[in-house]
């Protein structure tokens, strides 16, 4: 029998705090479905693997 790895939930906090964006922003991207997110007994979750692929998509902004 193969083994399926099981990949990491992570609430709005959490999501935010590895984006550096501010865990409202993850709700609002989520309602406007441009970030991937699962509701897991009524609460909104996101894949770890999918917020890294943000982070490496997203540019990054200049030091002003």
Not at 20 to 35: D, F, S
Not at 40 to 53: A, I, M, N
């Amino acid at each position: 029998m193969e083994h399926q790895s099981v990949e990491k939930l992570l609430n709005a906090e959490e999501a935010a705090a590895l984006t550096g964006l501010n865990p409202a922003t993850m709700r609002k991207l989520a309602w406007q479905r441009r970030i991937r997110s699962f509701k897991v007994l009524g609460c909104l979750r996101f894949r770890q693997s999918d917020l890294e692929q943000l982070i490496v998509e997203r540019p990054a902004r200049a030091d002003k």
